[in-house]
């Protein structure tokens, strides 16, 4: 019974493409996030959603766009993939933000190879 | 800029002995710090954390030691074993964000 759970686990596709990353909890949390892993390993924020309502967006191109139907689900839509796309993108979820705890329930990743 | 760094990208210990991790940062506004765990095709879990106003955390064979003064945490792993051969990250907040490092890697030799 996963906690934090994001499909799909790899994705492969052509430059210009676009595509979608899906993210659910199960966790009850309030919270929930996108980082980003990229070739040198770092784990980068993106955006941070607490009860659908977006807090947190970093410095990331217009062409990535979270949605949140509800506090359970964040997807990822990338508009027009480009080569340094390709990176792992990480799901997770907290119950009150990071203020606090900071302690984050990941989901297994999603690697994405842009060809 | 990385406000985080793990300066070791790997580490290699024999099973039994003690493992120390390092983690430095730049940012005196970061008042909670946190170890993460990850194997390979997993997501990241959490292992321990420490507040700013501690300098020593123990959970069971892990030990986290903060120095303020330096910027500067470590991780410690006593008697190290198999299962914990992993990527070790460390994080810190200051209640808007959390900030990683590139990660360590463990091998645990038997």
């Known amino acids: 019974d996963t906690a934090v759970s994001q499909t799909p686990k790899y994705l492969v596709t052509q430059m210009g493409n676009d595509k979608s990353i899906k993210c659910e909890q199960n966790?009850?949390?309030?919270?929930m996030y996108w980082y980003k892993q990229d070739s040198k390993k770092f784990l980068k924020i993106m955006f941070s959603?607490?009860?659908?309502?977006?807090?947190i967006n970093e410095t990331v191109p217009n062409r990535f766009s979270p949605k949140s139907p509800d506090k359970a689900h964040l997807n990822l839509h990338i508009n027009s993939l480009e080569l340094g796309d390709s990176a792992v993108y990480f799901c997770?979820?907290?119950?009150?933000?990071?203020?606090?705890?900071?302690?984050?329930?990941f989901g297994e990743g999603s690697r994405l190879t842009v060809l | 800029d990385q406000q985080v760094k793990q300066n070791s990208p790997s580490l290699s210990v024999q099973e039994g002995r003690i493992s120390i991790l390092n983690c430095d940062y730049t940012?005196?506004?970061?008042?909670?710090f946190l170890w993460y765990k990850k194997y390979p095709a997993e997501g990241p879990t959490f292992l321990i954390s420490i507040s700013s106003i501690k300098d020593k955390n123990e959970d069971g064979r892990f030990t986290v030691f903060l120095n303020k003064s330096a910027k500067h945490l470590s991780l410690h792993i006593v008697p190290s074993q198999p299962g914990d051969s992993a990527v070790y990250f460390c994080?810190?907040?200051?209640?808007?964000?959390?900030?990683f490092g590139a990660g360590t890697t463990v091998t645990v030799r038997a």
């Open positions: 966790l009850g949390h309030d919270t």
């Open positions: 994080a810190a907040t200051n209640d808007y964000k959390l900030s």
């Open positions: 940012n005196s506004m970061f008042d909670y």
């Open positions: 997770a979820s907290s119950q009150e933000g990071v203020a606090g705890t900071g302690e984050l329930f």
């Open positions: 959603y607490n009860n659908k309502e977006l807090i």
